[in-house]
C-alpha cells in the first residue's frame, strides 16, 4: 500500500499506541524502508528515524550528510551531527509519549518482525517509554492487497492449478512409455508453463520421489535416485505470480501415485493430513463468520492437534503456513505456533497458506491451500478444487 500518513496514524490511535519509530541502519529495517517507499537503489550509511505520532507532525531525525534521505516523507527534519544529538531527538519523540513501537519481538518471539537492535530499543526505553511491537502495524500497512492484487492472485492461481495437470500428464505419458521421467524435467516443464503464462517464480518447484517427499525443503534432482516410474509416491510443491508490478502469490503442494490406484499405506496418512488443512480453514471461516479475533498462532495450533491426535505430532517438523504477499513469504501473520511464537490476528485482505503435512522416511505428505480474506471478511480458499485424496495418476491422467 502506499505511504498513508492520515490511515498510519488513525491507526495508531486505534491500537492505543503514542507513536511509531521506524529506524533503519544501512538497510537493517528492510519492513520500514518498504514502508516509507525509500527510493530503489538507495542505501545511507548513517542512522535516520522517522517517528510518526499518533497525532501531530513526523518527525525525520536524519545525519548532516544525508539530510535529504527522508524528503520524500511529510515532517519536520532535525538533522544530527553527534551521537548525542541523535539521542537528544530520540528523546524528544519520545516526550509525553507512553508507548511507542518498533520493529521488535519480545523474548525473540517473531524474528520476521525483529529488524531493530536491541541497543536501539534500550535507549528508546531509557527514555521512559513502553517499547512494543510494531507486527500488528506492519501487517496492516505492509501485508495488505487492494482489490486489483487480489485479482493477481486469483489469476496466478489458475496457471498454478493448471501446472498440475502440466506435471501429473508428463509423468503419466513417460510411465507408460516405460521410461519414466526425471524429477528435474518435470520442473522444469512447470517453470515452462509459467513462462508461457507470464508467471515468474522465486525459485524452482519441488519435485520428489518416494523418500524425497518426506523432506520438506528437498532440492529437486539431488537424491539418489530421481528417476519417477510407474509405482512412485510423488509429492509436488509449486509457486508463482504474474509478471507484473504488485502481483501476488499462489503457492499449491499436491500428492499423487503413479498407479491406477493409490495404495491404503498412502491414503491414510493423506486423509489425516487432509483433516488438519480442513480445521485450519474452517477456524478461520468460523471466526470471521462470528466476527472473533483468530491469531496465526492459534489456526496453527488448531491443524497441529488433529495431526498430534492421530499419533503423527513428531513427524509435522515445520509450520502450519506462511503469510503470501509480493514476496512468497510476506511480512503478514504466519500460522505459526511452532518455529515462532506469531500473535498476530488475522486480517482482512491477507494471503496466507495454510500446509500441514506428514513426514516419514518412506514418504511424506503435504497438502497446501491458499486463504485469502476479503475486505468484507469473507475467506476464500484458492488455488482450483481442494484434494480430497491421493491422485491416482494413471487413472486420472
Known sequence: MSFDLEAIQQALREYGIDGWLLYDFRGSNALARRLLEFPEGTLGSRRCVYGIPASGTPMKLVHRIEETSLDHLPGDARVYLHWREFAAGLQAFCQGKQTVAMEYAPLAGNPYISRVDAGTVDLVRSYGVDVVSSGDLIQLFEATCDDAQFESHLQASVITNVAYDVAWKMIADAARAGTGVEEQAVAEAIEQHFLKHRCVTSHPPIVARNEHSGMPHYETGTGKETLIRAGDFVLIDLWAKLDQPRSIFSDLTRVGYVGET??????????????????????????????????????????????????????????????????????????????????????????FSIEPGIYQAEFGIRSEVDVFIDGAGTVHVTGGRIQQEVIAILNDY
Do not use: M, W
Request: charged share 25%; with cysteine.
Open 262 to 351: 493409490v495404495p491404503d499405506k498412502y491414503q491414510q496418512v493423506f486423509k489425516i493430513v487432509a483433516a488438519a488443512r480442513d480445521a485450519g480453514i474452517a477456524a478461520v471461516k468460523s471466526a470471521f463468520a462470528e466476527g472473533k479475533a483468530i491469531r496465526g498462532g492459534e489456526v496453527d495450533e488448531i491443524v497441529r492437534s488433529v495431526i498430534t491426535q492421530a499419533g503423527y505430532g513428531p513427524y509435522f517438523t515445520h509450520r502450519t503456513g506462511h503469510s503470501i504477499g509480493q514476496d512468497l513469504h510476506g511480512n503478514g501473520a504466519h500460522i505459526d505456533n511452532l518455529e515462532t511464537r506469531d500473535e498476530r490476528q488475522l486480517i482482512p485482505r491477507t494471503c
